[in-house]
């Protein structure tokens, strides 16, 4: 056996003893007959960015070959607007590698992703999926380096309170039990997220807390390792169905909302990337931050205003995104900076060996420190359709590598210290913000469709769809408009309670 893969949680996996990338339709057939498998389910994103289902039961094993060959055919009109009633039928075929025991099914069931083909069996050129791949594509042969992403998935946890043990109100980070209520919950879905190919990092619960009407809110953290880019918005999908649905088995409330009331922390969607040639992450350079990673964050910082129609797809995103919340508003960049719009963490760059110092026991490693340095944007939410944000970020950073002034554009937007201070006052002045409403979003992307149109990344149909969809918000001066009227606020909040 190889250990490597022994010790995958993935039960798929470890039984075929093969990487998800090299599983193949033989190998799930005998997965199926040998573990009892009754079920096999298709699941695949639509236009709310939420998965779908498509349930098929074993009935013989030429009925299995033939769905894991030629998939089936759905409605894509009922799944995208920007598809027309009369010409909708599209193919769903599933991707091997994603396959996954669901840990929910009482009857076996396996489980995989698929991806939309249209009616000649091409690609469907304005799936979110695709668009990510050619995304990547591009990027890669633009640059011959590699676009690597992973999510921080914030969210709240609801349940009635216990009046026992209250964390102290905003001042959540990194609490343990008995003032946390929901580590077991969490850990719980780490390790379900795990058994289905997710890339965990770590988990840890998160600033927001508080109490109000007999009930407890909670902001909880799961954050990933960094992968392939079409992988990490596999596993973040993946990771947001499991969480709600052992929520709702559990009787808890889940929300990834924005924001769900004032003055509270709101619930982002970090994403951090990498770029990677080979093995080896470009992101460093002698110690410091390399020009490939500055080209990159210049592209992402010259196209962000657009990526927010992208990755802030409700009127209650731009509730969160306002001064003093850790939250960005303004576009620059900066070190270690959580006001900032794209941030640079901490990189195990300093040389020392930390491991030694804090046990003497151990014997000094050789001062090879590990490639994790990766560079964070801070704007998204969960209403983002999680395969176009990442794929809006990869089109912009390949942008840096077209522009021949990248890195100067680097130096004007960087800030050193928090952004909002008196000294900044006049740096603050000259950066360009972040848009206020869907409408802003929209207007910034129609500017802008012509860099992710290019190279044939986004399809002009569904750059359509998504402007069409946020002017109907019609969401321009609400912030403003609601600025203390918390109830009104709230009424919106609640719209927008199970967005994405």
């Known amino acids: 056996m190889d250990r490597k893969l022994n010790l995958s949680p993935n039960k798929v996996v470890q039984y075929l003893q093969k990487a998800p990338q090299d599983i193949r339709k033989a190998d799930l057939i005998r997965y199926v007959e040998e573990n009892g498998i009754r079920m096999v389910n ?84 304005s799936s979110p999926e695709y668009t990510l791949q050619k995304a990547c594509e591009s990027f890669q042969e633009v640059t011959g380096m590699e676009f690597y992403a992973m999510g921080e998935l914030e969210y709240y946890v609801i349940s009635a309170d216990n009046g026992l043990f209250h964390a102290n109100d905003q ?27 997710g890339q965990i990092k770590y988990g840890h619960n998160e600033v ?65 990337f990498k770029i990677m040639k080979g093995k080896e992450n470009m992101m460093i350079s002698d110690g410091k931050l390399s020009d490939v990673a500055k080209k990159a964050i210049a592209g992402i910082l010259s196209q962000a205003d657009a990526i927010t129609a992208m990755g802030n797809k409700v009127p209650t995103s731009y509730f969160r995104l306002v001064p003093h919340q850790e939250a960005p508003t303004s576009i620059c960049w900066g070190d270690r900076n959580r ?85 900044n006052k006049e740096k603050l002045a000259a950066l360009k913000s972040l848009p206020d409403s869907c409408v802003a979003s929209a207007k910034a992307l129609e500017a802008r469709r012509n860099v992710f149109e290019s190279r044939g990344v986004f399809s002009p149909q569904l750059i359509d769809g998504i402007i069409s969809k946020l002017m109907k918000y019609d969401d321009a001066n609400l912030r403003d408009r609601l600025t203390g009227s918390p109830e009104e606020m709230l009424k919106v909040v609640r719209k927008y309670w199970h967005c994405g």
């Not at 109490?211 to 954050?223: P, S």
């Not at 052992?246 to 009787?251: D, H, T, Y």
């Open 42 to 125: 298709f699941m695949y994103p639509s236009d709310d960015n939420r998965l779908k289902t498509l349930n098929f039961v074993v009935n013989s094993e030429e009925y299995l070959e033939s769905i894991l060959t030629y998939g089936e055919r759905v409605d894509g009109s009922s799944l995208f607007p920007f598809i027309e009633a009369g010409n909708s039928d599209l193919y769903v075929i599933p991707r091997y590698s994603t396959a996954f025991q669901d840990p929910f099914a009482e009857i076996p069931t396996l489980t995989m992703l698929a991806s939309f083909f249209d009616k000649e069996g091409n690609p469907l050129h």
């Open 171 to 197: 001042k959540g980070y990194h609490e343990s039990e008995p003032f946390a209520k929901f580590n077991e919950f969490r850990t719980e879905c780490m390790s379900l997220i795990a058994e289905a190919g």
């Open 208 to 272: 927001g807390n508080f109490t109000l009407d007999g009930m407890i809110y909670e902001q909880n953290e799961i954050e990933f390792l960094p992968i392939p880019a079409r992988q990490a918005a596999d596993n973040l999908m993946i990771a947001k169905w499991i969480i709600r649905t052992l929520g709702a088995r559990k009787g808890y409330d889940v929300t990834f909302a924005p924001k769900i009331t004032s003055g509270k922390a709101g619930s982002g969607l970090h994403i951090h």
């Open 339 to 423: 006001s900032v719009l794209v941030r640079v963490p901490l990189g195990w760059t300093g040389g020392k060996d930390m491991c030694s110092q804090a046990n003497p026991l151990e014997k000094p490693g050789d001062g090879h420190a590990p490639q994790k340095q990766t560079v964070e944007l801070r704007s998204a939410d969960c209403s983002a359709d999680i395969y176009q944000l990442i794929a809006a970020m990869v089109v912009a950073a390949r942008t840096g590598f077209e522009m021949e002034d990248a890195l100067q554009r680097a130096e004007d937007m960087y800030v050193s210290v928090n952004i909002h201070t008196d000294e």
